[in-house]
Antibody, heavy 121, light 110 residues
Framework: QLQLQESGPRLVKPSETLSLMCTIS???????????WGWIRQPPGKGLEWIGI???????YYNPPLKSRVTISVDTSKNQFSLNLRSVTAADTAVYYC????????????WGQGTLVTVSS | QSVLTQPPSVSAAPGQKVTISCSGN????????VSWYQHLPETAPKLLIY???KRPSGIPDRFSGSKSGTSATLGITGLQTGDEADYYC???????????FGGGTKLTVL
């Protein structure tokens, strides 16, 4: 059974870089060309926001409002992919989820349990 | 403001039926598949409907999805108190080259 788990610092200072890792178990990140791997977040009291996705080949797509600050990378040797969000502010405080994204059909499943990252000095 | 429009809340009594709408345009819902997610507090969102109207294994047939033009609808019959959650629609936006979600709908089972 495929499972995803987020990890990384829970507290980040304003203007610094938020870095999270998603570790995949029960399957390989490169087992199928039909899937991307993505990040989604939910600020407190708000809805889901799509951040971006990456294919194991390195191809990626980002949410335009975040594109200038976001980098998603993949490490096939470790079966992981990561999120870097630069120059964070309090508005970036959110629960961050990683998930598998089905190419062309655009559904997300499964999801990681999520991790709350707070931006504060 | 979300690219896809959902009602903020819906409510119905146990055993009744409810529908949740999701409105978009030709760049997103009109030309791409729609999925729906159930989000319970303190849990990960769960895929309920994919490819407009298909249910993953383990999702009861009380949940259904449909799409017409630039709108999609999630239907839930035989409402149970355990269905109380936030529901989100999602799809791809070809103009943005990015995924998009609706703002979410809070379902209350009275």
């Amino acid at each position: 059974q495929l499972q995803l788990q987020e990890s990384g610092p829970r507290l980040v200072k304003p203007s610094e870089t938020l870095s999270l890792m998603c570790t995949i178990s029960g399957g390989s990140i490169s087992s199928s060309s039909n899937y991307f791997w993505g990040w989604i977040r939910q600020p407190p009291g708000k809805g889901l926001e799509w951040i971006g996705i990456i294919h194991y080949s390195g191809s990626s797509y980002y949410n335009p409002p975040l594109k200038s600050r976001v980098t998603i990378s993949v490490d096939t040797s470790k079966n992981q992919f990561s999120l870097n969000l630069r120059s964070v502010t309090a508005a970036d405080t959110a629960v961050y989820y990683c998930a598998r994204h089905k190419s062309s059909y655009n559904w997300l499943d499964p999801w990681g349990q999520g991790t709350l990252v707070t931006v504060s000095s | 403001q979300s690219v896809l429009t959902q009602p903020p809340s819906v409510s119905a009594a146990p055993g009744q039926k409810v529908t949740i709408s999701c409105s978009g345009n030709s760049s997103n819902i009109g030309n791409n598949f729609v999925s729906w997610y159930q989000h319970l507090p303190e849990t990960a969102p769960k895929l309920l409907i994919y490819d407009n109207n298909k249910r993953p294994s383990g999702i009861p047939d009380r949940f259904s999805g449909s799409k017409s033009g630039t709108s999609a609808t999630l239907g839930i019959t035989g409402l149970q108190t355990g269905d109380e959650a936030d529901y989100y629609c999602g799809t791809w936006d070809s103009s943005l080259s990015a995924g998009v979600f609706g703002g979410g709908t809070k379902l209350t089972v009275l």
